[in-house]
């Protein structure tokens, strides 16, 4: 089946500062998507983005899916952005079996 | 519209015992997914339904079954419940090309 790999593993930002989420997938790959789940477990949509690129306030994602890559754009971080960003993806055929990433630790300190 | 709904959000069960996860949605998406997390891990699909009366397997089925007699409901059983069955569970549901819904999970304990 296909594969999901995230990076990097864990972050550590200071408040204020930028930075860049990718998701690798091991064969072509269609409903992609990326998720924050919170410190109290809670998993939200963040993007629904199998091909292009999406922005939603201080957050935004590119996929190319040609190259079998997604990015998460997070800028000027906040406290409440810490927790953990998954990736997840199915391979084409419409099945939708969604396969998720291992996830990318996010820790923001005021 | 409340989207997904899991029951309980809690349970503690005896090795051996058996229990159903309820999960339901409202609305009326055909996919629906049970998610196991461990802690400090990923989610791993069990089980997956692309309609009423069609399952099929994810990565880590073995120990669970399931059923869809209906688009809202899909329940996750446990007939003989394991150590290693101790997680926290996710249901999800989507419409095709569109974002997936998560509920907020069942913290389930073997002991």
């Known amino acids: 089946g296909i594969q999901v790999e995230q990076s990097p593993p864990d972050l550590i930002l200071q408040e204020g500062a930028n930075s860049t989420l990718r998701c690798n997938f091991s064969?072509?790959?269609?409903?992609l998507q990326w998720f924050h789940q919170n410190p109290w477990g809670q998993l939200i949509n963040l993007f629904y983005i199998p091909s292009g690129t999406k922005q939603n306030g201080r957050l935004s994602a590119t996929t190319v899916a040609t190259e079998r890559y997604s990015l998460l754009y997070i800028s000027s971080s906040q406290t409440t952005d810490s927790g953990v960003y998954f990736c997840a993806g199915s391979t084409q055929g419409g099945s939708e079996k969604l396969v998720f990433g291992k996830g990318t630790k996010l820790t923001v300190n005021p | 519209n409340a989207g997904v709904t899991q029951t309980p959000k809690f349970r503690i069960l005896k090795i051996g015992q058996s229990m159903t996860l309820q999960c339901t949605q409202d609305m009326n998406h055909n996919y629906m997914y049970w998610y196991r997390q461990d802690p400090g891990m990923g989610l791993k699909l069990i089980y997956y339904?692309?309609?009423?009366?069609?399952?099929d397997k994810g990565e880590v089925p073995n120990g669970y079954n399931v059923s869809r007699s209906t688009t809202e409901d899909f329940p996750l059983r446990l007939e003989l419940a394991a150590p290693s069955q101790t997680s926290v569970y996710f249901c999800a549901s989507l419409r095709q090309n569109s974002p997936l819904h998560f509920g907020n999970g069942t913290r389930l304990t073997v002991t």
């Open positions: 339904s692309v309609g009423a009366g069609i399952t």
């Open positions: 064969d072509s790959v269609n409903n």
